[in-house]
């Protein structure tokens, strides 16, 4: 039987118990919701990505046409094209940040560093692809934008 000790003027004791079955679900509940987030910021990362190269593809198909469309003459096109472009770019590299492995160094045993590198990974992804999803819609809006000048007012 292990001896009992005072507690030190510096140490604090809180009493415990087992967790109950309806708190070890909700534990449970939560470890799936942390783990299922992080796939889900990687699939939305690479949805970007593919968005992205996508738009950019078809945006250099069009500037590679021998006979280019006379609307892409107009100052406002090349504009707001140009826009598009370097918005779905930098839309792709956040998008491509989010999913770049990253090197973490802890100790095994800890798994109050464990936890502190969970966060921290979560953290990075959810920037990322918070940085990447904003950039794609302002590229998506000057596209769009560029679409509505070339209909309303060029054709």
Known sequence: MPKLTKPKDDEILVPSSPLSAQDERLEKSFDE?????LKTLEDAA????????????AFFGL???KDAPDYLAFLEIKVVGA???LAF???LF????????????FPRASLTAKRGI????????????G????????????MLSAALVILLFRL
């Open 46 to 57: 690479r949805q970007i990505i593919t968005l992205s190269t996508a738009l950019l593809g």
């Open 83 to 85: 826009g598009a472009l």
């Open 94 to 105: 956040f998008a491509l940040a989010a999913v770049s492995p990253k090197r973490y160094d």
């Open 89 to 91: 770019f930098v839309a």
């Open 118 to 129: 969970l966060n921290e990974m979560l953290a990075r992804k959810h920037k990322f692809v």
């Open 33 to 37: 919701m942390e783990q299922g987030s």
């Open 131 to 142: 940085l990447a999803s904003w950039t794609f819609a302002i590229g998506a809006l000057l």
């Open 63 to 65: 500037l590679a046409l």
